[in-house]
């Protein structure tokens, strides 16, 4: 079930029950006190644009949570188109539950299918090439989860979740470690030591950087950070093959095509997660 999917210590669950307290506190006042507690209803929630939905089962949890009772049809399921006016699900239950919960579901189903959305829009972009488009760590605290599940349902794939699951020498590691090869070489010894099987990533601003870097080995990845879409081929070239190759800075909508076309292996974009208008979706009685 997706309310078990689980990175690190975190669960869909765990995220949803933290919300649920954040939003409830110590109980829905205005509900308890305007709607009688044996009342039942039935809600719709739908589309008042048009998208690719991400959260479905998100949305659906809240309710379930708040009461193992709630009944939940789900129409359109998470990577799917919608359109204007297309019901997404039907939630039938207690009034009480459907008020209370209703906030909560729209705001997790609105803001994945934003990041949905936008990221199917950037995949589309890439189509006929041979790029995959990642998504980074710059995500919501505490959503992280939820935001790289909308990436997926867009069409893309996820980076790393977090700092334990790759290992990343970024710009601030290498000036840290006092260069390029001892960092390399430090990271080597350290996952030998704590026999640790991570895929190691560097970023490099240059092609001095770049040439160190080739020169020193024992990556698996070579991140292009801030190289133009012509720096890029060039440094594939030079590259040749021998470490898979990401290009990353300043790529949106406008000039995404024209990176992928370099033949660079992956575009990482922050923007998937951290720059989203979330898609217009709404709840009505049934």
């Known amino acids: 079930m997706v309310f078990l ?30 709607v009688p507690a044996d009342a039942r209803g039935k809600v719709k929630m739908f589309a008042k644009q048009s998208g690719i939905v991400s959260g479905t089962e998100v949305a659906k949890r809240v309710f379930t949570l708040l009461d193992p009772n709630t009944n939940v049809e789900i129409f359109i399921h998470d990577g799917e188109q919608i359109n204007k006016g ?26 994945m299918s934003g990041i949905a959305t936008f990221t199917n829009q950037l995949v589309e972009s890439v189509k006929g090439t041979s790029c995959t488009i990642l998504d980074t760590r710059k995500t919501t605290p505490c959503n992280r989860l939820v935001e790289k599940m909308a990436v997926k349902a867009g069409g893309a794939d996820n980076h790393r979740m977090g700092l334990y699951d790759m290992i990343m020498i970024k710009d601030n590691h290498v000036d840290f470690a006092g260069g390029i090869k ?32 080739l020169e020193t080995g024992g990556v698996h990845r070579i991140m292009l950070d801030n190289f133009s879409p012509e720096e890029i081929r060039k440094a594939i070239a030079i590259i040749d093959g021998k470490y898979e190759t990401e290009a990353s800075g300043g790529i949106g909508i406008d000039n995404i095509r024209r990176y992928a076309e370099t033949g660079v292996d992956f575009i990482s974009v922050g923007a998937l997660t951290h720059q989203i208008k979330s898609l217009d979706i709404s709840v009505t009685t049934l």
């Open 5 to 34: 999917q689980k990175f690190g210590i975190m669960t869909i669950d765990d995220i949803i029950k933290a919300a649920l307290k954040e939003d409830i506190g110590d109980g829905d006042h205005t509900t308890l006190a305007t």
């Open 182 to 213: 001892k960092a390399i070489l430090s990271v080597n010894e350290y996952l030998r030591k704590n026999k640790k099987e991570l895929k190691i990533e560097i970023e490099v601003r240059n092609f001095d950087e770049l040439a160190e870097v």
């Open 86 to 111: 297309d019901d997404i699900m039907h939630i039938s239950g207690s009034d009480q539950t459907l008020l209370t919960g209703e906030r909560l579901a729209l705001n997790f189903i609105q803001r």
